[in-house]
């Protein structure tokens, strides 16, 4: 008797849960919950704190005070920040563009029906998956002033006469780190870009060969419409990484010469933690969320689910 | 509209030989069928009359034009995809409207076409929408409207309804023969359903294995299957074989391997003691009166409603009879079946040839 009494009054007790569980507003939350707290924990707080410091003269080793804009104010005299400005928007354009351009190309290349396919997309990935450091290490040495490996060759063949100072000069300095950059980014995109290919139904280049396509026609009609959706995709994955890049140019050029190729990512942190002015080093890069969110929110308008994707109706 | 001819075609993929030599010459507006089981290499066939696979031996002709080596643009045919191949982000009027405006077409003339098309499909309240946004046999409408517009010598269909579920199927199973009857268009079928091929062709194509097994008219090869392949693939249920020994003492019949005597026609061909396949449909199986016939032990009875299926184990052989009128069978019930002697059929057990 008492056994039992005991137990109704468990499955009583119990029943609340078991419904509040089954809720599923409340199943939905607490699924979430943990995945929250680390986003949380880990990038609003940091995120905060960022923006926080922007608004304060807080300097290494000494607590800022509020000082309102005036961080973002000086920056806006500051002839090396509106130059990393430039440098960034000039880096993320160019490299982005040569990205897809080759990306693109490499991805239909990849397509088609080549021997040793699979090695080949490995080989391909190659430069994606070696550490940036060691990448830039590597082009730290092709663009070396008197070791380069480019000049020698170019030297050799007879195309130029003297060494080229790839990193010495400005201009050359800003097309080395973009042609690493495209090295790199490359795979990034061609592999995706593959992925997207391979999803298209190769009956619609049959039918659209029967229907009279030229080879371009169907890159055009075929092609394209059908690898917009990831296309977008990948472009603003892109645009975000290349514009907040940091690793390659700061073990290519830390930002020389003379601040020359300074990205607001290197500029942020040359500020901040060797320079120790950690308030107007955060200025700096939370000047770069202005940027970031408008290619977020042109991604997400040009992501917006195009009509012929939406879901069946049945009427 | 034209005919097309198809001469000693090879094909292999790699060292995979595919097709072993096929004669087929399709008059004008004929709707011919190839069928058989997946493998026997008709869609392949068909791919190779449209240009999408090359001609590895032999020669294609559309229209008395050799085509081998003609771009699939230029052989003016239009296909039917077994997933239509609708281009997903064009609505409805563009994917029609697309092979004229490649070519340029006038828009007037275009819009036309499409229009006509769609009235002939009952695609016109459609044409805003897109693929996604259709039901598959309306889907299979845009792919079909899509190879009217073009107005081609010759369609092709590759297995166009084997995505629609069956009652779709026999719905546009009919439009298509309708269409064809309208048009006239030379149309060249594939598919594995024999019911689809009877009940469609001018004349079917029997493949298997990369070889043309029979060429004929539906009831052509209903009724004279050329060998145990065509006869075992036309007509469904399929045909019941016995394997045995042909006897010609004491009139003419067969000993099944279990040593059931099996009565047959007195014209059939073979000599005595040749090894056969006899061969009876399950609807030329009628019930025996007293001892006549052969012994059926029951076991599984499938009404249909109009037909009853009986299945049964005749000579040791699992067989099955169809009737029309309704029997009362349980399973395990011995019963005496009678072939229709006029309709049975002897194969040669070695080649497979009809006697």
Known sequence: MATAAIGRTADLARKPLVEILDNKTVLSILCMLPAAILLLTFLTYPLGLGIWLGFTDTKIGRDGVFVGIDNYLSLFDDSVFLLSVFNTILYTTIATTLKFGLGLYLALLLNNHLPFKALLRAIILLPWIVPTVLSAIAFWWIYDAQFSILSYMLQKMGLIDQYIDFLGKPANARASLIAANVWRGIPFVAICLLAGLQTISPSLYEAAALDGATPWQRFRHVTMPMLMPILSIVLTFSVLFTFTDFQLIYAITRGGPVNSTHLMATLAFQRAIPGGQLGEGAAIATAMIPFLVAATLSSYFGLQRRKWQQGETDD | ?355
């Open chain 2, 1 to 355: 509209m034209a005919t097309v001819d198809i001469r000693g075609v090879h094909k292999a993929f790699g060292p995979t030989k595919v097709i072993h030599g096929v004669d087929i010459s399709i008059s004008d507006e004929e709707f011919v069928v190839l069928v058989g089981p997946s493998g026997c290499g008709k869609s392949t066939l068909l791919r190779m009359i449209a240009g999408l696979e090359q001609i590895n031996d032999g020669e294609i002709s559309i229209g008395g034009r050799v085509v081998n080596d003609v771009a699939p643009k230029d052989r003016d045919i239009a296909m039917v995809f077994q997933n239509y191949a609708l281009y997903p982000h064009m609505t409805v009027y563009d994917n029609m409207a697309f092979s004229l405006k490649l070519r340029k077409a006038e828009k007037s003339l275009i819009d036309q076409r499409v229009r006509q098309a769609a009235d002939i499909l009952g695609l016109n309240p459609y044409l805003d929408r897109y693929p996604r946004q259709l039901s598959g046999g309306q889907r299979q409408r845009v792919a079909m409207g899509r190879a009217i517009v073009r107005d081609p010598q010759v369609f092709l269909f590759d297995e166009p309804l084997s995505n629609l579920d069956a009652k779709l199927r026999v719905q546009m199973r009919t439009e298509i023969k309708a269409l064809h009857q309208r048009l006239k268009t030379t149309s060249i079928y594939v598919t594995h359903d024999q019911v689809e091929a009877m009940t469609m062709a001018d004349r079917i194509v029997v493949m298997h294995d990369g070889i043309v097994e029979q060429i004929g008219t539906p009831l052509d090869l209903y009724d004279h299957p050329a060998n145990t392949f065509v006869a075992g693939f036309i007509g469904s249920p399929a045909m019941n074989f016995y394997s045995g020994t042909l006897r010609r003492n004491g009139g003419i019949w067969v000993e099944a391997e279990d040593g059931t005597k099996l009565p047959a026609p007195g014209s059939v061909g073979g000599i005595d003691g040749q090894k056969v396949v006899y061969g009876v449909r399950p609807e030329h199986l009628a019930m025996a009166s007293g001892s006549t016939g052969v012994a059926a032990k029951v076991e599984v009875v499938e009404p249909t409603g109009a037909d009853t299926l009986v299945f049964s184990t005749i000579a040791g052989v699992h067989s099955c009879a169809v009737f029309s009128e309704r029997h009362d069978f349980r399973p395990g019930q011995e019963i005496r079946l009678q072939p229709r002697l006029d309709v049975v059929h002897l194969f040669d057990a070695a080649s497979g040839q009809h006697l």
